[in-house]
């Protein structure tokens, strides 16, 4: 997955009027240099970011990813990012993607050190083939996020809603679950509360009640799985957000990872306890995600 | 404070045996473009890092900078960096700075998405003016970091011992401080333990002796911390580390953040209450910090 195609949005042209922001876009080779050591995002992972799934050429659910990135720069204190400057870039990028699934990232990082504006830039690359970890599932591990569910809203500066470039811990839960023989991890609260994955979101089935943690206490609200509650509740399935205890997770009669690329990822084992898999609803829901949505 | 140079440590030539390193590194403009956007230092704050303090063109405590460096490679599962390829670079850009006091910056990244190899970088600028702070002083208040004391031993994936380039939260902790009126923060446990604040280390006084949080449960061993203790200790004074409950706080008798830049800044207020300013021994230790040291 080599990132093929990078443009910089120009930080300080984000007026309203303008309809031809693409004219205002530098396209840049994404495998040359182009960002300065200066750059915060790089000294200190301070920025925002989104990753959006490609098919076909169409970029998924834009809108909602353009408004939690704008929910992650008012967290972090960032100027709030122009939607429709940034919807033009990832129109830009979408046209540079091949046949097949892609991934449009954005970043929004807070720019140079001492520099006058955030820096900003958008990348497209073809997306990594996860055909068979749909079908097959994953193994995963329940790993203590070390925070009590209830220090998000007391402690806004720990940036828990926030999508930020910070991602040094969710890398190494990933690299920890991988240790022990599993391809993903679920992160607990440190009060025995299931939360998400380091880069999806859960949702399970108990009984005939689909749920996921609800996105408070730190939770990022996920936008595929905003789609998969749209597209179930569309079929008259009950779906909801609960706080649920650790102790519920082997209980669970179906349980996936969503995210914007890997979509709708089967849950086979959490913590070597087997997981039923509804082979048939995965299906479902992945041929619902791979359809162009808005 | 721009970064004024910069060079590229070619990460694959790090063999025990060449004694010339320095005809190995790119040295690059600090301004220009230097960085593919592949970068996982950018992408997803993935590497660790260091600040080494240089005053008229010495490196100060090089080795145990460079020692943290690999400690916090170890932590993350990174390449653990060859001490005296290190060296060199930092040799090189302490040659490139002026008279007066600069920061020397090592930047070990993950490296690009899907490479080969990390990426590494030194860079080189000159330091903030911090002869007013050292001497009149800085206010700070007390925010929770959200961990219990104990998680680091239990949940090693969270990072607690290494320094890494995630330091969203970091930042964002100073800029809470800044909207309470302060000008720095002191982190505590959530189980209401002093841990150290978000670019420092705090060294404490209650009577005649001098402590500072145990480097456990997550705390980063302070390089000068450690310089300090060695010169408290070499004066005969009592210096210590200890568990420090926050209710202890009001009554300390001095109070200093020390950082490898802004060197001891002493303590005038926390969450607004008084702490007195012990003048002449924060000017002897910032005498004693800035003569060149090993």
Not at 52 to 81: K, M, T, W, Y
Not at 130 to 155: H, N, P, S, W
Not at 188 to 203: C, K, Q, R, Y
Request: aromatic content about 6%; glycine content about 6%; some cysteine.
């Amino acid at each position: 997955m080599t990132r093929r195609f990078a443009l910089i949005i120009d930080p300080v042209d984000a007026s309203e009027e303008r309809a031809d922001f693409a004219e205002t876009f530098t396209v840049v080779d994404a495998a040359a240099p182009a960002l300065s050591v200066g750059e915060l995002s790089t000294q200190r992972g301070d920025g925002v970011f989104e990753s959006i799934g490609v098919v076909d050429g169409h970029a998924q659910e834009v809108i909602p990813h353009l408004e939690r990135l704008a929910n992650s720069a008012r967290l972090c204190d960032l100027p709030v990012p122009h939607q429709e400057q940034w919807r033009q870039a990832v129109a830009v990028a979408a046209s540079e993607c091949p046949a097949g699934e892609s991934v449009i990232k954005l970043i929004l990082s807070r720019g140079v050190e001492h520099g006058p504006t955030p820096t900003a830039w958008v990348t497209a690359a073809p997306a990594s083939d996860f055909t068979k970890v749909r079908q097959v599932g994953i193994k995963v591990v329940t790993l203590d996020r070390g925070y009590g569910l209830d220090v998000a809203e007391r402690a806004p500066w720990l940036l828990l809603g926030a999508k930020t470039l910070s991602y040094a811990v969710n890398m190494a839960a990933l690299r920890e679950a991988h240790r022990r023989g599993a391809d993903d991890a679920i992160f607990l609260s440190s009060d025995g509360f299931v939360l998400e994955a380091p880069t999806a979101s859960l949702i399970l089935r108990f009984g005939d009640r689909f749920t996921t943690p609800a996105p408070t206490g730190g939770i990022l609200h996920g936008t595929t799985q905003l789609s998969v509650y749209e597209h179930l509740a569309e079929n008259g399935l009950d779906a909801g957000y609960d706080r649920i205890p650790a102790s519920d997770l082997p209980r669970a009669d179906a349980a996936w990872l969503v995210s914007s690329v890997r979509l709708a990822a089967p849950i086979t084992t959490i913590d070597d306890v087997d997981v039923p898999v509804d082979h048939a609803l995965t299906s479902e829901l992945n041929h619902y995600l791979l359809s162009p949505r808005d």
